[in-house]
Nanobody, 126 residues
Framework: VQLQAFGGGWVQAGGSLRLSCAAS????????VAWFRQARGKEREGVSY????????YYLRSVLGRFTISRDNSKNTVFLQMNSLKPEDTAVYYC????????????????????WGQGTLVTVSS
């Protein structure tokens, strides 16, 4: 399984970006996918998670109401729509796929994911 994350860029505070995570390879896009981010000097944190085929979602508390995760299974792609961006959202964003359904308390743990995309940089200026 290969994951490719793209859609990052530079945006002013209050702006929007949409990230995409395209999956390819054996059994691609038939499992839960999450977005993580890592800001400079900080640990990687889980941002959002979506189950397969897409009925369950989880979010980091600080992005609730601003970010929306979705997936288009026909295109093997997961999206992260990010609105009302803040400077503290600046980070490299990674998508990751787990090879099993995750419990609510474990979706934000990096170790639960088997495949990772290369990351895409999001920069939000104040």
């Amino acid at each position: 399984v290969q994951l490719q994350a793209f859609g990052g860029g530079w945006v002013q505070a209050g702006g929007s970006l949409r990230l995409s995570c395209a999956a390819s390879g054996f059994s691609s896009n038939r499992y839960p996918v999450a977005w993580f981010r890592q800001a400079r000097g900080k640990e990687r944190e889980g941002v959002s998670y979506i189950s397969f085929p897409g009925g369950g979602t989880y979010y980091l508390r600080s992005v609730l109401g601003r970010f929306t995760i979705s997936r288009d299974n026909s295109k093997n792609t997961v999206f992260l729509q990010m609105n009302s961006l803040k400077p503290e959202d600046t980070a490299v964003y990674y998508c990751a796929e787990a090879q099993r359904r995750l419990l609510a308390g474990r979706w934000a743990l990096s170790a639960e994911y088997d495949y990772w995309g290369q990351g895409t940089l999001v920069t939000v200026s104040s």
